[in-house]
Structure formats: structure tokens, C-alpha cells
């Protein structure tokens, strides 16, 4: 039988993948033959200092980077740090973590097995301007969001901490950007064999509701319970103390009932005994609520009635 001509596009693709191979050959041999930069090259690399803006900025985020390799804990609580001040801190540290080579492969983390961000603002509110109510916008959502995939993506986080950092859910949906944003860290990190778990989550000190509560340990619960080794299920505790979660007892009480889609779910309270918290995959602190809801933003703006009697 005639061999079948190739089509030139077929052709032109091998071709193409062949030099693309052969590229990225190339880059590999050159990157593992060159001298990983010092930090003081680091700090003074162009891309670096477009993202931090000066190179004090530099400095302070490598040495944090350096400390949390150091002590497998990377920390920023009480930086005070919000929006783009935070921001540029996490950028370079990912920056950092990539031109010293500590993330290889896709799938490479960094030895970071503790990540404590509290008593930074991570979501700046503004007032509806009629109702006064808090609103989020998608760009002041960004350094949430990227901390957050941060933590998932480039860190071996079991611990994580975010206390009192001025977070409150806003529509309490699944429209909800910020509750769905912090729900995911009690979501498993990566897929497959490199699936990994936070076993502590610390949101105490912030605002959220009940709504919040009940659904944050719905979903740490049946991303668990769906865990291969039922042996060896990932456990949390989560920490919700210190927020505006009204009737916590109620909240506990509704879950193991089963008042939700999917069943009942197995979680203890804090202040249960230890034969008890050991016995459930999710043991949560709901103590020490403060007693109001989330109290409104004064509105900076006057309906237009009002307005034009001023």
C-alpha cells in the first residue's frame, strides 16, 4: 500500500514541538549551570524592584522568606500591613522563591509548614453609598486572594492563622467572593498524591456570622469525609473564636442533626471532653462571641431626597 503523505500542518507541528523541546532542553541546562543569585543580586534584580518599589521592600520580604525556610513558619502577623503594602511582600516572596529555585517543578512546595498573617488588614471595605452596609470590590478582594493561593499553592501550610484581620462576609451566598476566598483553606491543597490538608485554620477575631460558621465546617467536613484512607481521615480544628456567631451552641447542634443537604456532621466544640474531640474529624471554638452583628458603615454619601434639602 502507498504510504500516506503527512499534511505540511502535521509537519510544521512536529517540527514545532521538536524545537520547543529542544528550548526548553536548552534553558534547563543553562539554569542548572548558572550560580543561583545572592540576595543582595536578588534585591537588586529589575523585576524584583518593579514589584516591591524599593529595595527596602526587597530586603524586608527576602529576610522574611530567609526566617520562614529558617523555622518552617513564615509570619507577617503584626505587620500591619494592607493592600498593596501586603501585596508586594507576598509577590516578592514567590518572586524570591522561583530565582532561588526552591519551586523546581508545578508541583513543588516550599517547607513552609506554619503561615500566620493576623493582625494585617487582608480586605478593605467600603460603604454602599445608600445603605451603608460593607462592600468588597474585586480589586480590594486581591490581597486575600492572593495569600490565600499562596498558602494552597507554594506552601506545605498544617497551620494557618488570620486572626483580627477585619474579615466579615458581606451577601453570606455563594456569591460571597470573601467567605468563598477563606473557605478554601479547609479545602484540600493540590489534587491526587499531592493532596494536602491544613489540620489547624485560626479565624478568630474577625467578623464572620453564623451563616459563615455553619458553612465553613460544612465544607472542611465533606472534603474530608470523601478522604481514600477512612483510617486516616485529615482532621481540623478550627477556630472561630472571638467573632459575631450567634447562638454558636445552636449552630453545632443543627449540624449534627443533620439541618443541611448533605447530613449529619461529625464535630465537637472546644470545651467538649477529650474522649470527644478526638472521636470527631472537626473540632471547632466557637467561645467568646461578641454579642452584636457586624455594625453598618456610615455612608459617605446622602440619599438624593436628602441632598437636595441640604
Known sequence: AARRKMPKDDIVEQDS????TASITVEKHVEENTPVPTDDELVKDQSVLKTCGTEEVARDSIEILNKALERKCLSLKGKDLQDEAF??????????????????????????????VSCNNLCIFTPHPIQGTPEVSARTLQPL???????????????????????????????DKLEQEVIRLVKKFGA??????AKEVSLAGNKFE??????????AYWERIRHPDKDNMPKLRLDLSRNRIRNPDRVIDDLRAGQNAGGSIDVAREEESAEAKAKALIVVDLRDQVSRSVTPMRSTYLPTAKRQQA
Open 87 to 116: 501585596m508586594r511582600v507576598v509577590k516578592a516572596m514567590s518572586i524570591f522563591a522561583k530565582m532561588k529555585r526552591l519551586l523546581p517543578t508545578r508541583t513543588s512546595v516550599l517547607p513552609i509548614e506554619e503561615v500566620d
Open 145 to 175: 486572594q492572593l495569600v490565600v493561593q499562596f498558602i494552597r499553592v507554594s506552601t506545605d501550610a498544617k497551620i494557618v492563622r488570620m486572626e483580627d484581620c477585619h474579615l466579615q462576609g458581606t451577601t453570606h451566598d455563594k456569591d
Open 17 to 20: 514541538g521538536d524545537e520547543k
Open 210 to 219: 453564623a451563616d459563615f460558621a455553619r458553612k465553613i465546617i460544612e465544607s
Open 192 to 197: 491526587g498524591k499531592e493532596a494536602r490538608y
